[in-house]
């Protein structure tokens, strides 16, 4: 039960990570960055959720 819970949350966090790697490259973020120095919230909260979540994952994964 552990294992299909780990590959889950190592799926969700890398679907998060790929969001946000695309709201991170969109015009909306590039935009936000030239004026304020920082991507938009939507890409970093994306970034560290999937980050979090695949990190999590991994962990249930290699856990005996």
């Not at 973020?29 to 959720?49: C, I």
């Amino acid at each position: 039960m552990n294992k299909i819970i780990g590959l889950a949350l190592l799926i969700v966090g890398a679907v998060l990570l790929y969001f946000g790697y695309n709201a991170y490259n969109s015009a909306a973020s590039e935009v936000s960055e030239f004026v304020t120095g920082s991507p938009t919230d939507n890409a970093v909260w994306y970034l560290v959720a999937g980050g979090l979540a695949a990190v999590i994952g991994i962990g249930v994964l290699l856990k005996k």
